[in-house]
């Protein structure tokens, strides 16, 4: 008699356990997350259909370097992204402006921060002055945010989402800034890539000897080169590159 009450006891909290698994699932079918969950989410990859990879440079430092990375682009016919800092861009107008003209520019804030550790009045700040400077130089609506040194929190996030941006992060990082050598810079950048990947790079020397290299091998796996945008959003136009676009603003 006790065995069967047991029996029944346990066939009771199976049944009531699968019940409530269902309403679960049920809620979250009817329910789905608001599509702000995912304007909030950081991006790592792109389109894997499109057929293409980003090749992406952080600016703050450089400048003769991103002069020979523009004229690599220029001969191999191809693009990239460049998330420019914006006190680096402030004293390299004219190269900006030229960067703009071959390539996709992101925001990759002012002075270089961290801004996980923002606030997110100055989140705001950091960004808005790199995006309201290239907006006054350029023409150009920046909508892409590469947070300095991948470092981000929830307000970082939220700022990026009111305001119009994405942020941008990587599939593939050389880590070009620390290691000089480079076969390693393109080793890193290449090995087992694919469609969508994002491949993080710094106008460094050792990267101008590698990219020449590091464009021969995506060639060689068939992928062609693509801005940030077009890779993510599978080749269609980014509105970034497109003067006179209108971005959001909040108050913090």
């Not at 019940?19 to 995912?38: E, H, R, T, W």
């Not at 057929?51 to 016919?77: C, H, P």
């Not at 990239?80 to 703009?100: D, R, Y």
């Not at 981000?152 to 990026?160: A, I, K, Q, Y």
Request: hydrophobic letters at 40%.
């Amino acid at each position: 008699m006790i065995d069967m009450k047991k029996k029944n006891l346990l066939c009771a909290i199976l049944s009531n356990t699968a019940i409530v698994a269902l309403i679960a699932v049920l809620f979250f079918v009817c329910n789905p997350l608001p599509s702000s969950v995912a304007a909030y989410s950081p991006i790592y990859s792109g389109d894997k259909e499109y057929g293409s990879v980003a090749l992406m440079f952080n600016v703050y430092e450089g400048s003769d370097n991103v002069e020979k990375i523009l004229k690599i682009l220029e001969n191999n016919r191809i693009t990239c992204t460049f998330f420019v800092g914006g006190v680096w861009a402030e004293k390299n107008i004219p190269l900006l402006k030229k960067m703009a003209e071959r390539a996709e520019i992101g925001n990759h804030g002012y002075l270089h921060l961290d801004h996980k550790e923002l606030s997110a009045r100055r989140n705001l700040e950091e960004i808005m002055l790199c995006h309201n400077l290239v907006k006054t130089t350029c023409g150009i609506t920046m909508n892409l945010f590469a947070p300095p040194s991948g470092s981000f929190g929830d307000d970082c996030l939220s700022v990026c989402a009111d305001n119009g941006y994405r942020v941008i992060m990587w599939s593939k990082d050389t880590i070009d800034w620390r290691d000089k050598d480079y076969q390693l810079i393109t080793k890193r950048a290449t090995s087992d890539i694919q469609s969508g990947d994002l491949i993080l790079m710094h106008p460094t020397d050792q990267t101008v000897v590698a990219l020449p290299y590091i464009i021969a091998a995506i060639k060689d796996k068939g992928l062609s080169m693509a801005t940030v945008s077009e890779v993510l959003d599978g080749g269609s136009s980014s509105a970034a590159s497109r003067p006179g676009s209108i971005i959001r603003r909040v108050t913090v």
